[in-house]
């Protein structure tokens, strides 16, 4: 029982923590899933028990987020469906074939993420100026396979997030960057509700496949909570230019981390 509020006492702060990383830089996991490996929780475990926690910050960050999502439904409309359907299969092959066999390919996926995010710095200018009340996920003038291209782009995130997660709202918020008029603050709100959703269809599936650790849960999902209410109004604080490259080079960073963890 000691042992229980030791862990509490250190996973909630963590998780506050987590919470804020999620909601502002997509990238929880380089908190939350570390904190719970150092707790003693098998790594497949860690990943589980570590999604079914995310789907608090989701929910943090949608309560603090209500203005800007309310101004966005039609894109909300099409992302979502996406996500959650990657997931669900992210989450089926994840049983499938457990995480470690993905390893190797994860650092290049944070890395694709890092770079596209940072070739989008200098676009929220051109945001700014050319912002119109229709401004969406994709301009209507795009060719259809541009669209088809953007949608695959979207549903495969979803399926990384539900079968490893690592940096999986980067990855969004590169492809959301990169395809939408949208100023940062209302596109990673988007992000947030969409990962939060897609976290809490995938842990729907491992309550009934695998093993969370509802315990750790609880102190993580507190904390990722209040992170996810945070990150937000933090979002709306910093300049859009210096979030995204602070991004960037995290992901740049735990990328090098992970190529290093996979291949040495």
């Keep these: 029982m000691a042992d229980y509020w030791q862990h509490f006492l250190f996973l909630l702060p963590m998780g506050i923590l987590a919470g804020i990383v999620s909601t502002t830089a997509g990238l929880a996991s380089l908190v939350s899933y570390p904190a719970l490996l150092a707790v003693g929780i098998p790594p497949l475990f860690a990943n589980v028990t570590n999604t079914a926690a995310l789907v608090m910050t989701g929910l943090g960050a ?31 092959l994840l049983m499938a074939a457990p995480a470690t066999t ?31 009340r229709d401004d969406s996920i994709e301009n209507e003038d795009h060719h259809p ?10 549903l495969l ?13 980067v990855l969004l918020l590169a492809i959301l960057s990169a395809t939408t008029t949208m100023p940062f603050a209302s596109y990673n709100a988007l992000k947030n509700l969409s990962l ?33 209410w945070i990150g937000p109004h933090i979002v709306k604080i910093i300049p859009e230019k210096i979030l995204k490259i602070l991004i960037s080079l995290a992901a740049i960073g735990l990328a090098i981390n992970l190529f290093m963890e996979a291949y040495f």
């Design 62 to 92: 949608t309560v603090s987020s209500r203005k800007d999502l309310g101004r966005h439904k039609k894109e909300l409309f099409r992302i979502l469906p996406l996500t959650l359907g990657g997931s669900i299969l992210g989450a089926w």
């Design 102 to 132: 993905f390893e190797k390919a994860v650092p290049f996926f944070v890395l694709l993420a890092g770079l596209l995010l940072m070739s989008q710095v200098n676009k929220s200018k051109n945001a700014e100026t050319n912002l119109t």
């Design 145 to 154: 396979v541009y669209k088809v291209v953007v949608s695959i782009g979207i």
């Design 157 to 169: 995130v979803g399926m990384y997030c539900g079968y490893f997660g690592a940096a999986g709202g």
């Design 196 to 228: 939060g959703a897609a976290n809490l269809i995938a842990t729907v599936i491992y309550i009934f496949s695998s093993h969370i650790y509802w315990a750790l849960v609880i102190p993580m999902g507190i904390g990722l909570f209040i992170g996810g």
